[in-house]
């Protein structure tokens, strides 16, 4: 896109005209607000570094050159040299097409397929993902072939994508917002954003105190080493120092998610050909230096090199050759891979990989060498307390994982396992189908593009789309990741600030919200500027779910720092000397040590590059971190930490000595000197000064007014309430086909706001109302935050929403039986069937509903028949029956619109019909309202106006809220608000709410009440008011202003919940949970406790008893059990003869041979086992809850029996119960339980 032509700066006023001639002629050559861009650019960039591109080679190649060339032989390991033959197989290159039609479809007008489409379509936008592959046989010509491996989920706005650098004015003809921002992928229809995680610092050694280390053996201390190495394609790999209790270290690493130690001095012995004295000289210093007193140090270090002789490997050959012994079957190598070569692959693959992983050099050897010296000497400086443990939960030691950069590395694993996993198990098939065929045999050559690549071809685009789809990580190796799920979520446009808020959310991983503790929620002084302190929920994710500063940035690609290293020699770094004695400081750049220097230099040698990096000179970079940590007794430890590489946090403040814009990074801020404001600055100390105080905010926290004036928890909740406000999604409205969408009808924009609101292009999606709101307790209807609006406001269209809803119908067959080329269905009425006059109330000639059409829960939205093959091509329909759609949910809606989705290949009838519904919401009683403030309450009561007090002026206010909403929250904002915005709409004029510009001196109050008295009107804010019942003037005035009140998207219509009788669960009886479901609220104890309370006990037994697990049951007022009773078959033989009758089995007499049938009294009866009884005849019903049965038989089976006592039958008065058993009857030993039938 070419360079602005306009302004794109804003201030705080309305801009009204300049604002509505954007809306109306979107600019050609330029961003109206270029600062939404710049929100998400760390998304699209991210992804754009995968692929090649401004002469830089894209990640995914360097992931390519770690695969390397995969080895495979046609026979087993020991078989002769002679017979065996070797097939090399690598990737040239991985490409991605942007997304096309397939070349079947030849009935398109264009070839490309854009994002709207897809929304619309409820499809993937994807382009078609090839690989080129290069294949020899033994030491053959090469040959090469491509290979498709699915079509691959892509970015929007990214590289890949038909809107990359798309004019506002093109991207409005292509049915997208006029600054549609990107950074999310479309799965289904469904937007997608893979969200940032927050991961240790990369290339950085972090020391640590943690617990559970104890747990990997019997020697391990709490005390370690973590550093996490990142390779050039952004993968990584953690390396672990281990601390033993005797002195001893081990190198702890994870491979396929199994951990592996081994000892650290085998590792220094694999590196590089060296001897003990330089090790121990190392670690310590050269003999003579100060290092060699520290008698804590010096035997740690001997018995470290004392212990590794019990292995007795001295030279680099035979350690490495060791190492490859043990790791061959882990590493999975070819066969003919020697020990030394495999113990090679080991330190590529594993050990310091940031510092070489591809063709490593002898140098690079050293350099991992000289590092893990380094991180032994930290370790040992820690347990001796020389130095402190590093917070892995302070910003300061994190960085971001980019959702780009995720992406590609799940990309690669993959690309790996159809090599090493994929194709491997389809040569063994093919060699052991064909045993006489071998590599060299003329049908390989010809079958293995074709054929057995084929068969390897897993769906490499099917398994992103899972992963988009779902956020769950399907990965062998684990991907160095602490979770496997939760990594993408919806991103919604309920309304544009939840959109936006999407992509700067920063989430700390789903491993941390399952740990008890809470020390990784809390905020530290680190995130100063980094994570905005108010933007985070309240509840789980507190503190976890953070969100960016509206200044902070994110690099998104290494700089040049190439000069860098000669430019610190140059200022008096060296590279050896006495390099590891205690007054040395290290520097580092990116995870290598480049040199030490003395203590008395590392202050200027830092300061230096600091000054030529503000300044542009001496190359080096902007972004360049320059962490400078100064010696210190137990402190941090003390050295220059330089980093140039991605994924790093920094944002802008103004150096001081040049009056220029300086990027700092969370690690060297801690060290610096910032002031927040000019007046703050100490001469000769403070190097720095922000820039703005509000540059901590993020871009939502930074739109609540006058937020330095309330109690930060408000803050916090109207950084929530704002995302969930029935606001305006976009203009492109009608183009989309989500699932549901809330509009606010009546949106306006804000007479107090901050200059960000008009930076952002806010006033494009309107969030809410002017509203004039009075603080008075008027009616009753006004307790407990509830406000009553105006009848009148209402009518004018106060609060006014529409929720739309898409119902997707398909006429697909799902199961997998059947070809999914076979047309069974088509939309429409059968063209030989009869239809009645009312299929055609809500259905037009086509079987689809008319636009516009209201329907209730019932009517007809769409007809659909079943179709067969007609034997020439065609399809028929034969039965002449038509089936129907009905439209299921309980409010009126209209069809808003009408989709008729077809094929991608363009070759068969539709199959797909999606249907938008528009339902009206008007405010009602127990809608959801909020100022911006954090003062959420219901409409308890739409008031007529002709009762609503009324001020001198003739004023009625559109909402009254009480008086007691104030005191205890503290929202002094609010009042602020309502003066500025009362003043702002006297005058005309749009108020400056950014927090931080008044003071003790200088008063919010005093500046708007001014304003006031110039318009007239009383300088605090309060007016008389006169009642509209009597017309009395008040006693006391009224405070009464405007403010920009919020209609949350937490509607009645949406949660009312009534039930008497339903589905039960099978097992209680009672009713399930669940509103779609039918079920109920549940009667807990506290609201049993209300019930009594209020004396109305028997609302209790309707809803715990005869609305929920009513149950009558047979019980014997003999025994009083429920589990003896049971059901006769027809006697054998008796005085009556019943069918169907209860006995209890338990009182009943059991019959033999031996007993005298003319003896007995009672009924003879029969159970199922054909066992004869008599007696027992004592049984009743009764109602009990069923769950009172279910607990019968769950202590039965614990051996535990219940028995309840049944009032007997009054003989005198038959059908009557005997008198209830009374406290002074129970108290002289009558039964303890009664329970009446």
């Known amino acids: 896109m070419s360079r602005p032509k306009t302004k794109t700066e804003w201030d705080h006023q309305y801009n009204t005209l300049r604002r509505e001639n954007l809306f109306r002629n979107p600019p050609t050559d330029h961003t109206a607000y270029p600062l939404l861009q710049i929100a998400v650019n760390p998304h699209i960039e991210s992804f754009n570094a995968l692929f090649p591109s401004d002469g830089r080679p894209g990640l995914i190649a360097h992931g390519l050159a770690d695969i390397g060339t995969k080895v495979f032989y046609d026979s087993p390991d020991g078989s002769s040299a002679n017979a065996r033959n070797k097939l090399t197989v690598r990737y040239k290159n991985v490409q991605l097409q942007k997304s096309m039609l397939p070349p079947s479809n030849k009935f398109a007008k264009t070839r490309e397929i854009f994002p709207a489409e897809c929304r619309e379509r409820h499809a993937t936008y994807r382009g078609k993902l090839t690989a080129t592959l290069e294949y020899r046989i033994n030491d053959g010509d090469p040959h090469e072939f491509v290979r498709e491996l699915g079509n691959m989920p892509i970015m929007i706005k990214s590289n890949k994508c038909h809107l990359e650098n798309n004019s506002p004015a093109l991207l409005v003809q292509r ?32 020391a640590i105190n943690r617990p559970s280390f104890t747990n990997r053996g ?46 650290v001095m085998m590792i220094l012995k694999a590196l590089v050909e060296t001897n003990d004295r330089e090790i121990f000289e190392g670690l310590i210093g050269p003999a003579g ?59 590529r693959r594993i050990v310091l990989v940031h510092l070489g992983n591809v063709n490593v050099t002898e140098e690079q050897d050293a350099d991992k060498f000289k590092m893990l010296l380094f991180m032994i000497r930290k370790l040992y400086a820690l347990v001796a307390g020389d130095c402190t443990v590093d917070n892995p939960d302070a910003v300061q030691n994190q960085e971001i994982l980019l959702g780009g950069f995720l992406y590609g590395q799940i990309l690669k694993e993959r690309l790996d396992e159809l090599l090493s996993v994929g194709l491997r198990a389809s040569l063994r098939d093919y060699l052991r189908r064909k045993p006489g065929n071998n590599f060299m045999s003329q049908p390989f050559s010809k079958d293995f593009p074709a054929a057995i690549f084929r068969k390897t071809t897993e769906n490499l685009g099917q398994l992103l789309e899972y992963f988009l789809s779902t956020g769950n990580l399907m990965s062998p190796s684990g991907l160095d990741l602490q979770q496997t799920s939760g990594f993408t979520v919806v991103a919604e446009k309920l309304n544009f600030l939840r959109f936006i808020s999407h992509f700067r959310m920063v989430h700390r991983g789903s491993f941390f919200a399952q740990l008890k503790t809470t020390t990784v929620r809390k905020l530290l002084p680190e995130s100063w500027g980094f994570l905005c302190p108010v933007h985070t929920p309240d509840g789980a994710p507190c503190g976890l779910l953070n969100h960016l500063a509206h200044k902070c940035q994110i690099m998104t690609s290494s700089v040049d720092a190439s000069p860098i290293a000669q430019l610190a020699f140059e200022l008096g770094v060296v590279g050896i000397s006495s390099a590891a004695t205690d007054e040395s400081v290290v520097v580092i750049l990116d995870g290598k040590i480049i040199g030490w220097c003395t203590p008395k230099e590392s202050k200027r040698i830092a300061d230096t590059l600091r000054y030529w990096k ?18 210190s007794k137990g402190g941090s430890y003390p050295g220059i930490y330089m980093s140039s590489q991605p994924s790093r946090m920094v944002r802008p403040v103004k150096y001081l000595p040049l009056g220029q814009e300086d990027l700092v990074g969370p690690y060297e801020q801690p060290y610096m000197s910032i002031a927040v404001v000019e007046n703050e600055v100490i001469s000769g100390e403070s190097t720095h000064v922000e820039f703005d105080p509000t540059n901590i905010l993020s871009i939502l926290a930074n739109m609540t007014p006058f937020s330095d004036f309330n109690q930060s928890p408000r803050n916090m909740y109207q950084c929530q309430m704002g995302k969930q406000t029935m606001g305006t999604p976009g203009a492109a409205i009608r183009h989309r086909t989500d699932n549901k969408m809330y509009r606010l009808q009546t949106g306006q924009t804000p007479i107090v706001r901050a200059p960000l609101h008009n930076a952002y292009g806010f006033d494009n999606f309107p969030n809410g109302t002017n509203a004039v709101v009075a603080v008075i307790s008027y009616t009753g209807y006004d307790m407990d935050d509830a406000m009553i609006i105006n009848k009148s406001a209402h009518e004018r269209g106060f609060g006014h929403g529409t929720i739309y809803k898409t119902k997707k119908i398909s006429l697909k067959d799902d199961s997998r039986t059947r070809s999914s080329t076979t047309i069974e269905k088509m939309f429409g009425f059968a063209p030989k069937g009869t239809t009645r006059s009312w299929h055609r109330d809500t259905l037009d000639e086509d079987g689809l509903p008319y636009v516009g059409q209201e329907v209730k829960a019932g009517d007809l939205i769409c007809a659909w028949h079943t179709v067969s093959s007609d034997g020439q091509g065609g399809l028929e329909n034969k039965d002449g029956q038509t089936h129907f759609e009905k439209y299921k949910e309980d409010e009126v809606a209209y069809i808003e619109e009408v989709r008729i989705i077809g094929s991608e290949n363009g070759n068969e009838p539709a199959q797909n019909l999606s249907i938008k519904f528009r339902i009206p919401r008007s405010p009602t009683i127990g809608d959801k309202f909020s100022s911006r403030h954090g003062q959420k309450g219901v409409c308890s009561q739409k008031w007529p106006a002709i009762d609503l007090p009324f001020s001198e002026s003739g004023i009625q206010p559109d909402v009254i809220i009480n008086p007691h909403a104030f005191p205890s929250r503290m929202t002094i904002g609010m009042f ?35 304003q006031l008295m110039k318009a007239g009107y009383n300088y605090h804010g309060n007016e008389p008011m006169y009642s509209g019942i009597t017309g009395e003037e008040f006693a006391a005035d009224i405070y009464i202003g405007v403010v920009y009140y919020q209609r949350l998207r937490h509607m009645v219509n949406d949660k009312y919940q009534v039930r008497t009788t339903g589905p039960v669960v099978p097992l209680t009886g009672q009713p399930i949970k669940g509103r779609k479901k039918g079920g109920g609220i549940r009667v807990g104890e506290m609201e049993r406790d209300a019930l ?61 041979d031996e007993t005298d049938l003319t003896e007995l009294d009672g009924e003879i009866w029969e159970d199922g086992q054909g066992v004869q009884w008599v007696g027992g005849e004592d049984t009743t019903v009764i109602v009990v809850p069923g769950a009172l049965k279910y607990l019968d038989v769950e202590l039965a089976a614990m051996g535990v029996k219940l028995k309840y006592h049944i009032d007997p039958v009054d003989k005198d008065r038959p059908g009557k119960r005997v008198k209830r058993i009374g406290l002074d009857e129970w108290r002289q030993g009558a039964p303890a339980l009664a329970v009446s039938s």
């Open 614 to 631: 503000v300044q542009g000179s001496h190359r080096v970079p902007k972004s360049l971190e320059i962490g400078y940590v100064p010696p």
């Open 1092 to 1152: 009594l309370a209020h004396g109305t006990a028997f609302l209790l037994q309707d809803r715990l008893l005869n609305c929920s697990d009513y149950t009558k049951s047979w019980v014997c007022r003999k025994c009083g059990s429920f589990l003896s009773v049971q059901p006769t078959v027809t006697p054998y033989v008796g005085k009556k003869k019943t069918i169907d009758t209860v006995r209890c089995r338990n009182c009943a007499r059991r019959l033999d």
């Open 976 to 1010: 602020v608000e309502s003066l500025a915005g009362k003043a702002g709409a006297l005058h005309g004029l749009a108020q400056d709410s950014t927090p931080f510009k008044f003071d003790e001196e200088n008063t919010a109050g005093d500046y708007f009440g001014h």
């Open 175 to 206: 049915k997208e917002e006029s600054e549609e921002l990107g950074g999310y992928f479309i799965v289904n229809g469904n937007e997608k954003i893979i969200r940032m995680l927050l991961m240790n610092r990369r290339n950085y050694p972090l």
């Open 289 to 347: 230096s100060k290092g060699t007193e520290n008698t804590f140090l010096t035997d740690r270090v001997e018995l470290l090199l004392r212990t590794y002789k019990s292995y007795g490997l001295y030279s680099k050959t035979k350690t490495r050759s060791y190492l490859g012994e043990k790791f061959r079957v882990v590493l999975g190598v070819p066969d003919n891979m020697s020990h030394y070569d495999v113990g090679t692959e080991f330190l």
């Open 218 to 263: 019997h020697a391990y201390t709490p005390y370690g080493i973590i550093m996490r190495c990142v390779r050039p394609d952004e993968t990584s790999q953690t390396n672990v120092l281990h601390y033993l209790n005797d002195g001893n270290v081990t190198f702890r690493f994870s491979w396929r998610k199994n951990e592996y130690l081994v000892p």
